[in-house]
């Protein structure tokens, strides 16, 4: 779990927690193993072509368990297929950016859902723009 996060200093009590209480519930250990025998050819360029809205990839540029140069290949395969899509890159973050920066990753959402594409950041902001 600790690996997930850029800074484990943001791991909150409240959110560990949550992960030791799915633990706890009946036939856990059974979905991991399920979990286990999925198929290695199972992709998201796959099934991306199934989605038919802009799609926006979000990214922590500190991920140790996903290379962002995956998302970046899902980004270009969007491209290449005349998909609409952004790959938002967050700094200084790790696996799970809705749980480590939560504000952030709401404003994401947000700015995601209004009309047109990204257009405006902040020189502040901890993210980056890599549109397609």
């Given amino acids: 779990m ?9 791991l909150t009590e409240d959110v560990l927690q949550t992960y030791k209480n799915l633990l706890k519930l009946k036939n856990w250990d ?4 399920e979990m286990t025998k999925i198929t290695p050819t199972a992709k998201a ?9 802009p799609i926006v990839i979000v990214h922590g540029t500190k991920d140790k368990l996903i ?9 270009d395969h969007l491209e290449r297929h005349g998909q609409q899509g952004d790959l938002i890159c967050v700094e200084d973050c790790g696996h799970v950016p809705h749980e480590e920066l939560p504000d952030e990753f709401s404003d994401i959402l947000l700015e995601s859902t209004k ?3 990204y ?4 020189a502040n902001s901890r993210r980056t723009e890599e549109s397609i």
């Fill in 30 to 33: 059974d979905a991991l193993l």
């Fill in 45 to 53: 360029e796959n099934k991306i072509s199934l989605v038919e809205c």
């Fill in 2 to 10: 600790f690996r997930s996060y850029c800074k484990p200093s943001r």
């Fill in 119 to 122: 257009s405006l950041f902040n």
């Fill in 115 to 117: 009309e047109g594409r």
């Fill in 67 to 75: 290379p962002l140069t995956d998302s970046k290949s899902l980004r």
